[in-house]
């Protein structure tokens, strides 16, 4: 049953002292409730991600006062799920030579993950991420990278991907040019160690600018799970619908997970098609950080060899234990949450 089988292999625990490697942007997130109507004046796009210079970054950071500041980026955001859930994550990433940046790495090693975070030689600042939160929970975000768009090949050798089981990139590393070379090198590190590969594609944005890249990176058989929503699938494939979408992306060797908002998650391979409902929770707070989250939980679940439906669940735990409040990191111990469920 597809419910306790998956499409690969799964890497022998013996050697490897790390569950999930993951790799993506050191971003420091500012988060604030905001209208529609002020995020359309920012000139962002409602319910995405949107780069920005560090003048445009300036003058939203000016535009309003109460700015919540806490240590993000996507993929930093899964390994301290995986840390709080009682594994061993680690992250790779690249900040400036600055006060943020050393905040950075502390939060994030504070919260159990090991991290490889280099501070970059060309004098850019520590990225920040703007985030507004409009009342329905949703965000919209401004990105200034900064020097997390300059993550390269060494932290990725260093952070040491064939020690892991799973290795996770997140979909906004594809819009660094300087990252082609780290991705690159982390297939080469996965592909020669047998370690797992997985993907999420992050944004509909990203999708459409890397469609290419991403459809590649299938092709090639480099992949063996690839996260995303409902809209980022049917952008990838074109299809009209979720159904068409998985018939489209489904292959050997590949496990497919998509999530569906209030609807739960749906995970597809050759193997079979397998649902899991959403975690009830009594108000959408923020959105911000719920696929990552949501990540954590399934590879998680994996690495343990919990089985697929057990890690969907778990998934769908973490992620409704991050919409419940501000912000995309963990306030209770997941490990916690999940015991006994």
């Given at each position: ?14 050697g490897?002292t790390?569950?999930?490697?993951c ?7 500012r ?6 109507e002020?995020?359309s004046r920012?000139?962002l796009?409602l319910g ?23 240590a993000?980026?996507?993929?930093a955001?899964?390994a ?8 061993s994550?680690?992250f790779?990433?690249?900040i ?20 490889v975070?280099?501070?970059v ?27 997390a ?6 932290a ?11 290795v996770?990139?997140e ?48 092709g090639?058989?480099?992949?063996d799970?690839?996260?995303g929503?409902?809209?980022?699938a049917?952008?990838?494939t ?13 292959r ?25 409902p ?15 989250l949501?990540?954590?939980g ?28 501000l912000g995309a990191?963990?306030r209770v ?9």
């Open positions: 049953m597809l419910a306790e089988m998956l499409p690969f292999d799964l890497p022998e625990h013996r490897r790390t569950d999930v490697v790799l993506g942007h050191a971003l420091i997130d988060l604030a409730e905001a209208t529609p002020l995020v920012a000139g796009e995405a991600m949107t780069l920005v210079d560090s003048g445009k970054a300036l003058e939203i950071e000016r535009a309003l006062d109460a700015w919540e500041e806490v993000g980026g996507s993929a955001n899964t301290a799920g995986v840390a709080s859930l009682g594994g994550p680690a790779a990433g690249s400036g030579a600055d006060e943020p940046g050393r905040r950075y790495v502390a939060n994030l090693e504070a919260s159990g993950v090991r991290c975070v280099l501070p030689a060309s004098g850019q600042p520590t990225g920040v991420c703007h985030v507004f939160v409009g009342h329905d929970g949703g965000r919209s975000m401004a990105t200034n990278l900064g020097a768009g300059e993550l390269g090949a060494p990725v050798e260093e952070v040491g991907i064939g020690d892991s089981l799973v996770y990139v979909g906004y590393l594809l819009d660094a040019p300087a990252a082609a070379e780290a991705l690159a090198k982390a297939v080469e590190l996965a592909r020669g160690s047998g370690t797992l590969f997985s993907l999420s594609l992050s944004d509909p944005f990203v999708v459409d600018r890397h469609r290419d890249r991403v459809l590649e990176l299938i090639d058989g480099a992949l799970i690839l996260f929503n409902e809209d980022e049917r952008s990838l074109g299809a009209g619908s979720l159904e068409e979408s998985l018939v489209a992306l489904t050997p060797g590949l496990l497919v997970i998509v999530t569906r908002g209030a609807s739960g998650s749906v995970a597809a391979s050759t193997e079979g098609v397998i649902e899991c959403a975690h009830q929770v009594p108000a959408v707070v923020d959105t911000t950080g719920a696929g990552d949501f990540a954590a399934v590879l998680y679940g994996i690495t343990r060899r919990e089985g697929l439906a057990r890690s969907l669940h778990l998934g769908s735990l973490a992620a409704g234990e991050i919409i419940g409040h990191r963990p111990s997941l490990t916690g949450l999940v015991e006994g469920v």
